[in-house]
């Protein structure tokens, strides 16, 4: 026993003695190499950014050679954004033992340009932290022995020699021999433990006898008992007759401790799946998927002796062993998987009887579990959407019904907020209706979080969702509630493994202070989310009244739209642009224009929003090729046979696969032109979400001779990449850098850059917004190839667009 106590001292100190030190060792291991490592990376990401960016590797390889210095660095890498090595130093002498790395991005106002490697070997600094802590093991290892000795003295002295004493004494009473008593006089525990010992001694002696008096009355009730068992034998034998016959489930269980079984007939057995020897015996709480179920049922028959028509969740497919072996989980078993996994719900009715020496639960169990299923499913069809489980229009206008009334009576206020998902549709037709799905089911998800629990987030349709925000304190909170909804579904869509971002618009409107019927306040909150998107969508509006003229003037614009598609009203403008070094005119642009029958010219800026919005593009663009197929043809016939049009596509036409291209191409054919007749403009924003269909439509255009114009560059997201990726012919310089546009100002800087670069890879370059004498010069100067504006020709009908200029013939004086 002291071996035992010795080491059950000794071997935990010496364990957790050599925990500590393990611990001690890797944290300053770590503190010595990883901190270091890490200050070097993040130092020289900082300070590489410039050299790199301006391709400076003598003062990269200035900052390498500061960190070689440190004879535990064994190499630094520095690569550029492309992985290509931009400069590295290594000193291979010093690659001993195990050598770390790390490795961090350098990066120039948030966009990687590079990567820095460091490599720091881990010999040095071992070898002498290993002999800083052998010193301090020896040091611990002396005060746990000195420790260790004391402790076993104490041990032995004040424990270990008094329970032999107590030993002895308890082997004796094990033996019988109660007769003699225990010596032990102490004042401590182990005296009160023997003093205890004696008195239990004494006791036991008189226990004895008082059992062999009892043991014979216990006979004489033993066998009254077998007597009754006898009889209840036989009425048991007839009512189980009975009982097995039934077609519903039965159990029978006694009024005691757990409800234990006493027995379940056949069809039990049957629609439990389980086995007769799992249940006998067993407790009835395992057949209950709630025990509160039990209770109830059980307590009501010894109340009022019976009952009818209890509906409760009862378990099935579990054995008894599986069951034993279970853990409780908030206060009920938890299922191990058997025959049958799943719960049914059955109706129950039940009867107790009085045996006179105990009483039985008889319950009768009727299995309803399809028919209410069935019926959940019809309800649940009718009150919630399919995809992403949320309540849908019909529940949604029945809770608001009921939140406005208790709004009524409780003199609150209540908001109803629409969100609508911005270009679901381009991202429904570009990547598929499955991945638009998982889309939808992922912004439910959003939706739902950080809501309160009494409010309520519906799917009405589509891309179309509400949140009703009841019993509102302060309307403040909803605008919070808001955003951080809008923030959250901005955050890009993981879907099967494809990044998609999106954005969303919302409308807020308030009971009663806005409307006080559903469909007023669903309209209210419609109005204000559409003008939200007018004011560039990501955001939300508070409804007003005047949004109701905004949204009846864009209902008729929408509704004179498809009027002017219908009666041609359109009409395609051209003009001119002009070659800046000879000032002759090759090319123009199309441009639609549409003269309503009343209110005169309609601005595109107007129209053109909404018919992209509504899918009118798509019609109006394939109208607008068709017309400037046919004008090109006559410029080629009459004035030059190499005159090109340039027409707009917008992006909606490419995600609705709204081009059908093979009739583009067969026009030009029957107009027996070739592809370099027609140049197709673009925006910048089409080429940063190209998913796969966008870059073949490209590729064919390109195929077939037609050039790609890059619309408005320098105002997006530019991008070389983007340039060589999607074979681009000409830019254009978006008015924006020409109006302002002077000798020594930024904008000419940035032309200057914009016509260099894109003459480097063979662009051409077309200036918008040309509208005076010096702007034409000073880009003519820098060798813009082309120029567009009103300084040249304000837009016109094909009759009335000059195809030439005064100073043609006198390319010289530019």
């Known amino acids: 026993m002291t071996l035992g106590v010795a080491l059950g001292i000794l071997v935990p100190a010496l364990v957790f003695g050599s925990l500590v030190l393990k611990d001690r060792y890797a944290r300053e291991l770590s503190l010595r190499i990883r901190e270091p490592m890490s200050q070097y990376t993040q130092l020289l990401s900082s300070a590489l950014a410039m050299p790199i960016w301006n391709v400076d590797k003598a003062v990269a390889s200035q900052l390498i050679d500061s960190v070689m210095r440190n004879p535990d660095v064994v190499a630094v890498t520095i690569h550029d954004e ?26 120039v106002e948030k966009k990687r340009i590079g990567q820095v490697k460091v490599e720091l070997s881990t010999d040095r600094i071992e070898r002498q932290l290993w002999a800083d802590f052998i010193q301090l093991g020896l040091a611990l290892l002396a005060q746990v022995g000195i420790s260790f000795a004391l402790v076993l003295l104490l041990v032995e002295r004040r424990v270990i020699r008094p329970l032999s ?27 009160s433990l023997a003093e205890s010992l004696d008195q239990m001694r004494e006791s036991l002696g008189g226990l004895i006898a008082e059992r062999d008096t009892k043991n014979s009355d216990l006979q004489h009730e033993l066998n009254d008992r077998l007597r009754a068992e006898q009889a209840l034998r036989f009425t048991q034998a007839k009512f189980k007759a009975i009982f097995h016959a ?59 002796g019976h009952i009818k028509g209890f509906e409760a969740w009862l378990r099935c497919g579990t054995t008894l062993q599986d069951r034993r072996r279970d853990a409780v989980v908030d206060g009920s078993l938890a299922l191990l998987p058997a025959e049958r996994a799943d719960a049914i719900l059955c109706e129950v009715s039940g009867r107790m009887i009085d045996l006179g020496t105990e009483q039985l639960f008889i319950l009768v169990l009727e299995d309803i579990t399809e028919r209410k299923r069935s019926a959940e499913m019809i309800w649940n069809q009718a009150n919630f959407d399919r995809l992403t489980g949320l309540p849908n229009r019909h529940m949604f206008q029945t809770r608001l019904e009921q939140d406005m009334a208790a709004a009524q009576r409780e003199a609150r206020s209540l908001a109803l907020v629409f969100f609508d998902l911005d270009l679901f549709k381009e991202v429904n037709d570009t990547l598929g209706h499955e991945m638009g799905d998982l889309l939808l089911q992922e912004a439910a998800r959003r939706l739902r979080v950080g809501v309160r629990q009494n409010d309520l987030v519906a799917r009405l349709g589509g891309d179309e969702f509400t949140l009703i925000l009841s ?14 909804a809008l923030r959250r579904l901005a955050e890009p869509f993981l879907l099967a493994g494809q990044q998609v971002h999106i954005s969303t618009s919302a409308g807020i ?10 469909e007023a306040l669903l309209k209210n909150a419609d109005q204000a989310m559409y003008a939200a998107k007018s004011q560039g969508r990501n955001r939300y509006s508070v409804f007003t009244p005047s949004m109701q003229d905004v949204a009846q003037k864009r209902m008729r614009l929408i509704n004179d739209l498809r009027v002017a598609i219908a009666e041609h009203q359109f009409s395609v403008f051209y003009q001119p642009i002009v070659d800046l070094k000879t000032g002759q005119i090759r090319k123009a642009e199309a441009l639609v224009r549409w003269r309503h029958p009343v209110d005169g010219m309609v601005s595109p800026a107007d129209f053109v929003p909404v018919a992209e919005e509504t899918g009118m593009i798509v019609d109006i663009g394939n109208w607008v090729f068709q017309q400037a197929v046919k004008q090109v043809t006559q410029w080629r016939k009459t004035h030059h046979p190499d005159f090109q049009v340039s027409v707009n596509v917008s992006p909606v036409q490419f995600r609705n696969e709204g081009i059908n291209q093979a009739t583009w191409l067969a026009q030009l054919s029957a107009a027996g032109l070739p592809g370099q007749a027609v140049l197709i403009e673009i925006t910048e924003g089409l080429l940063m979400d190209a998913g796969g ?22 105002t997006g997201y530019s991008s070389l990449s983007y340039l060589k990726k999607f074979d681009i012919d000409v830019l254009k310089i978006d008015q924006a850098f020409v109006r302002n546009l002077t000798a020594d100002s930024d904008d000419m800087a940035l032309c200057n850059v914009i016509i260099v670069m894109a003459h480097t890879l063979g662009l051409k370059v077309v200036a918008e917004g040309v509208e005076t004498q010096e702007q034409c010069d000073l880009l003519a100067a820098a060798g813009c190839d082309y120029g567009q504006g009103y300084l040249f020709a304000r837009p016109a009908l094909a009759a009335d667009m000059p195809l030439s200029l005064a100073w043609e013939s006198v390319p010289a004086d530019l």
Do not use: K
């Open 471 to 484: 019993g509102l304190a302060d309307i403040a909170d909803v605008h919070q509630i808001v955003q951080d």
């Open 509 to 518: 409107t308030f009971y009663p202070q806005d409307a006080t019927g559903v």
């Open 693 to 714: 269909n966008i870059t073949e439509q490209l590729r064919g255009f390109r195929q077939a001779g037609i050039g790609l114009s890059l619309d408005d560059f320098g």
């Open 82 to 107: 492309f992985g290509n090595t931009f400069v590295s130093g290594e000193d291979g002498a010093r690659r001993h033992g195990l050598v770390l790395s790390q490795q961090s991005d350098i990066l």
């Open 165 to 191: 004493v107590l030993q002895q004494a308890t082997s004796r009473l094990a033996r019988g021999e109660l007769n003699q008593p225990l010596a032990w006089h102490r004042r401590d525990e182990i005296g």
């Open 246 to 304: 039934s077609p519903l489930a039965m159990t029978v269980s006694r009024n005691a401790p757990g409800y234990p079984i006493v027995d379940i007939n056949d069809a039990g057995l049957h629609q439990f799946g389980l086995l007769r020897d799992d249940l006998l015996g067993a407790s009835h709480t395992q057949l209950w998927c709630r025990p509160q179920d039990q209770t109830d049922v059980l307590s009501v028959i010894e109340r009022s």
